[in-house]
């Protein structure tokens, strides 16, 4: 990389010179935050599920196997810049998933009906709105 290049991201500047609102990468966890909660339905129901619910069928693996890309999505809104108020409420959030979704039944209803990643991408996108509205003006 170019020192210009080091020095455009240093200032939160992308590739193409373009600031770099985190827009994109919010895109990304969206992404997998659909795969993980809502990306199937039940058939002839409003009822999405994702492989997170899948996975948490499987007795203590599942949820524990799920904890990973949970914890990427905090990561990434830690290097994105969120406060530790938006972090403390997302790990709040995965804490709630992997506790009661580690309950027979109950909690596999509960991991269908939580979506803490979906909740977990809702509150870094409002942050990075309210960043992006104070940036402007």
């Given at each position: 990389m170019s020192d210009d290049q080091n020095k455009r991201?240093?200032?939160?500047?992308?590739?193409?010179g373009d600031h770099d609102d985190g827009t994109r990468e919010l895109a990304r966890l969206e992404t997998l935050a659909?795969?993980?909660?809502?990306?199937?339905?039940?058939?002839?129901t409003s009822i999405r599920f994702g492989i997170d619910g899948l996975l948490g069928l499987v007795p203590g693996l599942g949820d524990l196997a799920m904890l990973a890309?949970?914890?990427y999505l905090i990561a990434?809104?830690?290097a994105l810049g969120a406060p530790l108020h938006v972090l403390a409420r997302m790990l709040i959030n995965t804490t709630l998933d992997l506790v009661i979704g580690a309950i027979p039944v109950i909690g596999d209803i509960f991991d269908v009906a939580f979506k803490a990643n979906r909740r977990n991408t809702a509150l870094l996108a409002r942050f990075l709105e309210r960043k992006k509205a104070r940036r402007l003006r």
């Amino acid at each position: 990389m170019s020192d210009d290049q080091n020095k455009r991201q240093g200032q939160g500047m992308g590739q193409n010179g373009d600031h770099d609102d985190g827009t994109r990468e919010l895109a990304r966890l969206e992404t997998l935050a659909d795969w993980l909660d809502t990306r199937f339905r039940i058939p002839g129901t409003s009822i999405r599920f994702g492989i997170d619910g899948l996975l948490g069928l499987v007795p203590g693996l599942g949820d524990l196997a799920m904890l990973a890309p949970a914890f990427y999505l905090i990561a990434r809104a830690a290097a994105l810049g969120a406060p530790l108020h938006v972090l403390a409420r997302m790990l709040i959030n995965t804490t709630l998933d992997l506790v009661i979704g580690a309950i027979p039944v109950i909690g596999d209803i509960f991991d269908v009906a939580f979506k803490a990643n979906r909740r977990n991408t809702a509150l870094l996108a409002r942050f990075l709105e309210r960043k992006k509205a104070r940036r402007l003006r």
